[in-house]
């Protein structure tokens, strides 16, 4: 039977950690969250964040707009907040609706308080290894969850399935950076289960409810769930089964209780990382 890599309680111990940072700042650090249009998802996430910010001490605002919201409002607000000397970090929460063109308001935040690390000037640091302000959230929730079980990253063959800019793809580079040998598959790709029993870690970041069963997995190899989703009956639910695949690993993430928390807190640590970069500016 795996042992379970507990996010919850390891987020919690960062939390604590950060609390303790934030408490003996004079300036606390200052979180902007813009939240366009009423997506349930995001608001269930941006309550959270904005719970977390708080608890911590952080000076935390949040940007209700509509959904019929005009694009140029946004980029007032966001051009507003890149020079408010008071905000130190800035996440515009994802998805937008329908009618914005995603990457060009990305683009307008300012990459030093780009807390998600999406813009291109942070995704191109973390290519090359170059200290990116900020690096997306859930990736480096991963890697220090990983990391916190003894996981061992160097030379070992990982999959990851989704090739997203939020998860996939910068996962992908933080691994390389750690000598993993990475396979990234996707919607596209070919016996997909066949490529995923080869491999030491299996990261699942699809949002397809149950889509890693046992024919998927190596005996005890470590898995990770980076999907999350309310089934019919609101039960929360990730990409894999948990029960069977639970049985043949040796490490495996839970749904609820397992990335979900440790992304939260990476959120908070790279907003104190910005608050702390930025006072040396
Ligand atoms: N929507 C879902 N996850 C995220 C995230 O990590 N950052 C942002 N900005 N939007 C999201």
Known sequence: MAQIMDGKAYSKEILEQIKHKVDKLQKKPSLAVILVGDDPGSQIYVNS??????????????????????????????????????????????????????????????????VDGFHPLNCGKLMTNSNPY???????????????????ITSANVLVIGRSNMVGKPLAQLLLAENATVTVAHSKTKKLAQIASKADILISATGINGLITKDFVKNGAVVVDVGIFRDENGKIKGDVDFEEVSKIASLITPVPGGIGPMTIAMLMENTLELSLKNAKF
């Open 49 to 114: 964040k904005e719970k977390t910010a708080c608890e911590l001490g952080f000076v935390s605002k949040t940007f209700r707009l509509k959904e019929n919201t005009d694009p140029k409002e946004l980029k007032d607000l966001i051009l507003k907040l890149n020079s408010d000397k008071n905000t130190d970090a800035i996440l515009l929460q994802l998805p937008l609706p329908e009618h914005f063109v995603e990457q060009d308001f990305i683009e307008l935040i300012d990459p030093k308080k780009d």
């Open 134 to 152: 900020a690096i997306s959230c859930t990736p480096k929730g991963i890697i220090k969850l990983l990391k916190k079980y003894n996981v061992e």
